[in-house]
């Protein structure tokens, strides 16, 4: 079977995307996402980094990310694998709490067997595969999978590897790269404005927050396109504001994180 991946933006119920797609050859590049991740593999097996550890997750198997969790994606065996994935704003699991309360955590583990929520996942995704665009029965079916999600969420605090002061060098070059994240920026300006070494700027801020300072930046430029792209941006204007070389560059990097074309994508979450 050929490689493919469609999108979706439900209408009507906020705060929810989706991806399916069957992946033989694309692997996913260190990234993260602002929403949590919960995915079904329904054939094949997947293998992804994720805070320093490896995972593997097989044909009926589930896996759970929180928010800005660093991680990668590709295939485990040769068929490769095809999943389905419901993308969930915070704010949406922080009501399964009281809305004053710490925000929920993940459970332990990161890959799982759970029949109750696999089923509710199943007929979120046919929901969203076959009822009209903002059928109340699309609606019900993800907020039935949020539900079902909720056995696997603690409140917090947050976990112990996240507790760890932030080096206020770090700090800084994150700060940075946040107010020049479409513009040209050098490791050695960056590590100028931070006060450390190149080469203890990259080591400090892989350590703390997953991913070299290029590749943080690039994020910062996919969740702006994204952004862009939902308000009805071309992806070609996309690129230039971005701070991407031309449109084929966003496209590549884009697809990286999220899965699809920037085209795609748009098309999914238009209005």
């Known amino acids: 079977m050929p490689e493919y991946s469609t999108y979706f933006h439900p209408k009507g119920v906020d705060g929810i995307e989706a991806l399916h797609a069957r992946f033989v050859r694309h692997e996913y590049r260190p990234h993260s996402h602002p929403t949590w991740t919960v995915a079904v593999v329904e054939r094949g097996a997947a293998r992804f980094e994720l805070d320093a550890t490896?995972?593997?997750?097989?044909?009926?198997?589930?896996?759970?990310?929180?928010?800005?969790?660093?991680?990668?994606?590709?295939?485990?065996?040769?068929?490769?694998?095809?999943?389905?994935?419901?993308?969930?704003?915070?704010r949406l699991l922080h009501d399964w709490s009281e809305r004053d309360g710490a925000a929920p955590r993940a459970a332990r583990w990161v890959v799982f067997r759970d029949r109750a929520l696999r089923g509710?996942?199943?007929?979120?995704?046919?929901?969203?595969?076959?009822?009209?665009?903002?059928?109340?029965?699309?609606?019900?079916?993800?907020?039935?999978?949020?539900?079902?999600?909720?056995?696997?969420?603690?409140?917090?605090?947050?976990?112990h590897g996240r507790e760890r002061a932030e080096h206020?060098?770090?700090?800084?070059?994150?700060?940075?790269?946040?107010?020049r994240w479409d513009e040209r920026v050098t490791l050695a300006e960056l590590a100028a404005d931070a006060g450390l070494s190149r080469f203890e700027l990259v080591r400090r801020f892989r350590e703390q927050n997953g991913v070299t300072p290029h590749a943080f930046q690039s994020n910062l430029r996919v969740d702006h396109a994204r952004r862009l792209l939902a308000a009805g941006e071309a992806p070609a204007a996309v690129a230039a504001a971005c701070g991407f070389a031309d449109q084929p560059h966003l496209t590549r990097v884009f697809k990286r994180s999220v899965g699809v074309s920037p085209g795609r994508y748009a098309r999914a979450v238009a209005p």
């Not at 485990?76 to 694998?81: D, I, L, Q, R, S």
């Not at 206020?168 to 107010?179: D, G, K, W």
């Open 120 to 159: 509710a996942l199943e007929r979120a995704h046919a929901a969203l595969a076959t009822e009209p665009a903002g059928d109340l029965a699309v609606a019900e079916a993800v907020l039935g999978a949020v539900a079902a999600l909720r056995p696997h969420l603690r409140p917090g605090p947050p976990a």
């Open 54 to 90: 490896h995972q593997r997750a097989g044909e009926g198997e589930l896996f759970v990310l929180e928010p800005e969790a660093v991680h990668t994606g590709m295939a485990a065996v040769p068929e490769g694998w095809a999943y389905k994935v419901l993308y969930i704003e915070p």
């Open 168 to 179: 206020t060098a770090v700090r800084r070059a994150r700060q940075y790269l946040h107010e």
